[in-house]
């Protein structure tokens, strides 16, 4: 999880402004730094990280309207769109898959996502 006060991290996880979420990219680093790999494994992880930095703002996966994956492989792009299926129903949010030469801390994928403010009740 990112701390604003960290150097390395100087970003909030999301912010809402406009009625929109805007959630920082969603790497598929665990708590303890280890980087997970493996195309789809990678993506999964991505996706918890994605989980977490929406929480800060009491947002979830329901919310999205807008996801990109960064990948360093364009042949990731049938795992994106497995796990895209899996995680929306119709009508999914917008996607754009995009290659990139590198993400930090080597990472294969990158998750950057926009959401609809969640309705409270």
Known sequence: ???????????SPAVVAGGLVFVSGSLPVRADGTVVTGGRAAMDAAVDSLRERMAHVGATLDDVVKLTYFVTDIGLRDA????FLDLW?????ARTV???????????VELDAVARVPVTS
């Open 1 to 11: 999880m990112s701390d604003v006060n960290d150097p390395k991290h100087p970003y």
């Open 98 to 108: 995009v290659g990139v030469a590198e993400l930090p801390y080597g990472c294969e």
């Open 89 to 93: 129903p119709e009508p999914r949010p």
């Open 80 to 83: 994106a769109n497995e796990q």
